[in-house]
């Protein structure tokens, strides 16, 4: 399997429960990221890992949690989310000294209820 | 901080015809990386094209061009030939760091036939 593969596809989830999104990539890429994308606004950076770690952290809720065990998954450890948290989760792979682009994988929405 | 503005948040153009999408940007360095990202209805966020500000010929992948205009700090997108797979959003970015890239809102894009 190649590229970047993100599971599941689909979340519901209630604001008293805790979930997990999971992010592989298979590209030998050194840096991995999240991006919440939410209708009409721009993707926003959330938590970036290069070579395993947190180099950005852009005041996201602790509601939040991510984990990188190694340069090949990361993960988003969510609990006690609102409705407003409700969007499309995008996770993205690159290699850190090139500059040729991320390559992204095709997302989680979640919705909160 | 650096900021990417998409004026246009739908566009439509009929099928073989040239659309052109509109990306202006703040930055005040002098050295940095333009994209356009393309985001079919399958959500992934797939590279179109990309431009290094150093280089003053405008990039060119088959079908999809740029004007780049740095004194202007403008970046757009012109689609030749279009086709009915052409319907996507479309995201304009900058990236400064080989970690910190910034989204434009899209322009949402449809090719009638």
């Known amino acids: 399997e190649t590229g970047v593969t993100q599971t599941p596809r689909h979340l519901v989830m209630g604001m008293t429960n805790k979930k997990s999104l999971k992010c592989e990539q298979h590209l030998g890429h050194n840096a991995m990221y999240w991006y919440k994308q939410s209708a009409k606004k721009p993707l926003e950076l959330m938590f970036v890992?290069?070579?395993?770690?947190?180099?950005e952290n852009n005041s996201v809720p602790s509601r939040f949690s991510p984990e990188c065990p190694n340069s090949s998954h990361l993960f988003l450890h969510l609990h006690t989310l609102q409705p407003e948290d409700s969007a499309l989760y995008l996770c993205a792979s690159s290699q850190d000294e090139e500059r040729g682009g991320y390559t992204f994988g095709s997302g989680t929405r979640l919705t909160v209820v | 901080a650096q900021t990417v503005t998409q004026s246009q948040p739908e566009m439509s153009v009929q099928e073989a015809e040239t659309v052109t999408l509109s990306c202006t940007y703040d930055?005040?360095?002098?050295?940095?990386?333009l994209f356009w990202y393309k985001q079919p209805p399958s959500r992934q966020m797939i590279l179109v094209i990309r431009?290094?500000?150093?280089?003053?010929q405008n990039a060119t992948e088959n079908r999809f061009s740029v004007n780049f205009q740095k004194a202007a700090k403008s970046f757009s997108l012109k689609i030749s030939d279009s086709q009915l797979g052409d319907t996507a959003m479309y995201f304009c970015a900058f990236m400064k760091q080989s970690n910190d890239m910034r989204f434009g809102a899209g322009t949402r894009l449809t090719v009638k036939p």
């Open positions: 890992y290069s070579l395993e770690e947190r180099v």
């Open positions: 431009q290094e500000a150093y280089k003053q």
């Open positions: 930055t005040s360095e002098n050295n940095y990386y």
